[in-house]
């Protein structure tokens, strides 16, 4: 038995409802894998950006707004925490290193942050692309995604900026009216791609955040930078990124500091929180996405059946003239068993050419590099439709190898 | 059941037998309605033999009832001595695949299928791959009917290419039983011939039994016998 030219003939001349059965099935398939792959693909980027900040210190206030201010440069005001906690834990053998964090103004759009030397590079494991690395108040190093060269000057203004590169109009206008005259910096390094939203910040040493606005700069010598911060007095700072030295002292740390009437956590309690609430929400709409699928292969399990009935006659010839009737089965399922298989693929690739634009999407609002990658969620999804699909075109290909009088036709 | 072959021809049995068939249509009750009614009736093999009458007189019925696509609700219809209505669905669909070759007055042809595909696919119901006698089997039908193009689709063909087409898709496995309505009713006088010739030889060359309904007289004149049939009853029986 070879149906193979009946196959071919079949879609030939079904080549409307084909296209009809094709396109129903990979919208089914297409919206099931945007989420799948999107959703995914969201979690690891912010985890992934999350992995440079072990432990952040902050002072008492939201966790959600320190981890979001610090880690995603979503920033808002923060309060100050007593400089002196620097001094304190840089002198506690249970940390690795410490580095403040401090913001609050902005240069075209971009964030600037005061930091050290240190946590700009992670530690050595983001390199300076071009320029080297600041060396002294004034300095800066951009991200690299910031749209300023090497030797550039610029004057920040107050305020917090937003991750993403292309500021408006607006923007530009209240950043001039913030300016903080007399005050310029100079761009001496750009740093590699992190894949975070530090891509796309101005990092300036903290002391300059510090100078900026009237706070001193935290050293006992003038033009120091960098730690020890050894100031009688050292400025207030929004938070501190601290890595111990091993994960018990991670969690003893974390547990002294709260202790001490300060916010401190890992990054990813807060994330477990958001991805919680993503999970909470990519549930619900797989279950609406599921109900989605169900009416779309409904709707063709309807389609193929009324075709194959308007198609009697020709299955009836061909048991005519000596058609078994599982020649008759294996074409008619396979047509709808083909289309269903078509429309997976090109679904699958609708995914993710849809997940692709969203992830470019996310990316301008978030700073986020967000890598796509296929996993076994949207196998099983496609796998999922395409089964109960192919299960469905048996229906239409029973009716049609069923024994039809020829004469009544 | 086939006869060995040195039996004579005379003693053959019959390729098909009728005995006291009525064909109907329709539910039993008053809308039932009657379209063949045959008290006997034998057809022999290594026979052309005709079907003439007027429209309506039950011609087509008779073949369909022949092929097993119409059972009689009376009567018994035997094939080599074989009862028809005995057999189980898959039988009659295996003994008209493997012996019997339809010509359907309307052909029944799959239009997106090349004229070569339309002619071999009652050889793919049962086999996976088409061997080159095959063919060239059918190309060559397809050419003694003067079909030379047969890459053609169908779908773009006349009506007189498709009733030869549907000739030859009838006669590429060499049936014992060929079972042909009108085959000649679209075609012109040269074409008739073509066909006429064919199927005339296919008996001669195979001994098949060859029954052909027409309308067509010179077509009915080249049969080794003919039946006549008027309102659904036999009423005549001879040799042309």
């Not at chain 1, 100078?211 to 400025?235: N, V």
């Not at chain 2, 003994?95 to 799959?110: M, S, Y």
């Amino acid at each position: 038995m070879n149906p193979l030219s009946m196959i071919l003939a079949d879609l030939r001349s079904l080549r409307w409802t084909a296209v009809v059965v094709v396109v129903l099935v990979a919208a089914a398939v297409a919206s099931g894998v945007l989420l799948d792959v999107q959703e995914r693909a969201f979690r690891h980027a912010s985890t992934r950006a999350a992995t440079d900040f072990p432990l952040v210190v902050g002072a008492p206030g939201s966790q959600s707004q320190l981890v979001l201010s610090t880690v995603y440069l979503r920033l808002d005001a923060l309060p100050l925490m007593d400089g002196a906690t620097i001094r304190r834990l840089e002198g506690d053998r249970r940390v690795a290193s410490v580095a403040p964090i401090a913001f609050g103004d902005v240069v075209k759009g971009h964030p600037v942050i005061g930091t050290t030397a240190d946590f700009a590079t992670r530690r050595g494991s983001v390199a300076v692309v071009e320029g080297r690395m600041f060396a002294a108040e004034g300095e800066a190093v951009v991200g690299s995604a910031v749209g300023m060269a090497v030797g550039d000057e610029f004057a920040p203004s107050h305020g917090h900026g937003h991750v993403t590169a292309a500021p408006s109009a607006a923007d530009l206008a209240e950043e001039a009216r913030h300016v903080h005259h007399g005050v310029t910096h100079r761009v001496v390094g750009r740093l590699a791609p992190t894949g975070g939203p530090w891509d796309e910040a101005v990092v300036v040493p903290i002391e300059t955040v510090w100078e900026t606005h009237g706070l001193g700069d935290g050293h006992a010598a003038e033009g120091q930078i960098g730690p020890p911060f050894d100031a009688e007095k050292i400025p207030g700072v929004p938070a501190l990124v601290v890595r111990p030295q091993s994960f018990a002292d991670a969690y003893g740390l974390r547990a002294e500091l709260r202790a001490a009437g300060l916010l401190a956590l890992f990054p990813a309690e807060v994330l477990v929180d958001i991805h919680a609430a993503l999970g909470n929400a990519r549930e619900a709409l797989e279950v609406a996405n599921a109900i989605d699928a169900a009416l779309i292969l409904l709707a063709v399990a309807a389609l193929l059946v009324t075709v194959t009935t308007l198609r009697r006659h020709r299955h009836a010839v061909l048991r005519a003239i000596g058609a078994p009737w599982h020649f008759v089965f294996v074409e008619v399922w396979a047509v709808g068993a083909i289309l269903v298989g078509l429309g997976c693929a090109i679904g699958c690739g609708l995914g993710f050419g849809a997940a692709s634009v969203f992830a470019r999407l996310l990316e301008r609002m978030t700073g986020l590099t967000i890598v796509l990658e296929a996993g076994g969620a949207e196998f099983a999804h496609v796998a999922i439709v395409f089964a109960v699909g192919a299960a469905i075109a048996g229906l239409p290909a029973v009716i049609a190898a069923r024994r039809v009088d020829l004469l009544s036709e | 059941m086939r006869p060995s072959e040195s039996e004579p021809a005379t003693l053959i049995s019959p390729a098909f037998r009728l005995e006291a068939v009525e064909v109907a249509f329709g539910r039993s009750g008053p809308s039932r309605r009657s379209a063949l009614t045959i008290d006997r009736l034998e057809i022999q093999r290594g026979r052309s033999t005709g079907v003439r009458g007027p429209s309506g007189a039950g011609k087509s019925t008779l073949l369909a009832a022949l092929a097993g696509l119409l059972a009689p609700i009376t009567g018994r219809i035997f094939a080599d001595d074989v009862d028809l209505s005995r057999l189980t669905p898959r039988r009659l669909e295996r003994w008209r695949r493997t012996k019997v070759g339809l010509i359907f007055q309307d052909f029944h042809l799959v239009d997106e299928l090349s004229l070569v595909e339309n002619v071999l696919l009652p050889l793919r119901f049962d086999r996976f791959r088409i061997d080159d006698a095959e063919r060239e089997r059918a190309v060559g039908l397809l050419a003694r009917l003067g079909l030379a193009d047969v890459a053609r689709r169908v779908g773009r063909l006349s009506r007189g290419e498709r009733q030869r087409v549907a000739v030859a898709r009838a006669l590429v496995r060499s049936p014992e039983v060929v079972l042909a309505d009108e085959p000649t009713a679209s075609l012109d006088p040269e074409s008739a011939t073509l066909v006429a010739d064919l199927l005339i030889d296919h008996v001669r060359d195979s001994g098949a039994c060859v029954v052909i309904a027409s309308h067509d007289a010179e077509v009915l004149a080249r049969t080794d016998a003919t039946l006549q049939l008027i309102d659904g009853h036999l009423v005549a029986e001879g040799r042309s």
